[in-house]
């Protein structure tokens, strides 16, 4: 009888309160493009790297049957910086869209199946070379969806803070908060990290 396998088990909110805090981007290292030569410049950077945390985020919907409109912003966060994609200036979209399809640039992040949908349902494009770190961590023997939270808890044995207040702000604002723009880098930056713990392929 083959012996009974033991499921690892992320650590809860509460275990990782007196955890050190994860060491994230600072607002210096984060960069919100607004021309198309800015983009082009950011987009060239992703390309080079060849693989990147990624995220997007969403304005919150409240009411029953209200349909999102997001995202709003799509992010891209590399070893030393990170990149916010504003979606309501026209200019980015080219320079999304290219990133998005390619599959020269490994796009690595938590829980993207809703990003997937809102994706196509925004821009008409199938995000390619994708890799959803949860899917990993299933894999691995953890139950659910791990997110980034639990990941650098399990792995890097930090905490990772979460305000929900900033969570369900207005992400379709023209211009972000200093808490949106740290909350939207680092969710795609700490994926990047978890990403290069694994020491998984490109």
């Given at each position: ?20 805090t994860f060491a ?48 709003h912003i799509v ?96 992400w379709s604002l ?29």
């Open positions: 009888m083959a012996p009974h396998r033991i499921r690892p088990i992320a650590p809860t909110k509460a275990e990782t309160a007196h955890l050190p994230g981007l600072s607002l210096e290292q984060i960069f919100v493009p607004a021309t198309a030569a800015e983009f082009a410049a950011a987009a060239a950077e992703i390309f080079a790297a060849g693989v990147a945390g990624f995220d997007t985020e969403s304005k919150p919907t409240f009411r029953v049957g209200e349909k999102s409109e997001g995202p992010q891209f966060a590399l070893p030393t910086k990170a990149f916010i994609f504003q979606l309501h200036r026209p200019e980015s979209r080219p320079f999304v869209i290219d990133l998005l399809q390619s599959e020269r640039v490994k796009k690595v992040g938590f829980g993207l199946k809703s990003d997937h949908t809102q994706i196509q349902a925004r821009l008409g494009v199938k995000p390619r070379n994708v890799l959803d770190l949860d899917q990993v961590f299933r894999k691995a023997g953890y139950r659910g969806q791990i997110g980034v939270r639990g990941a650098i808890g399990a792995l890097l044995h930090q905490r990772f803070p979460k305000s929900k207040t900033v969570t369900t702000s207005n023209p211009h972000l908060t200093p808490g949106q723009l740290l909350y939207a880098a680092n969710d795609a930056f700490a994926a990047l990290a978890i990403h290069q713990a694994l020491d998984l392929p490109a």
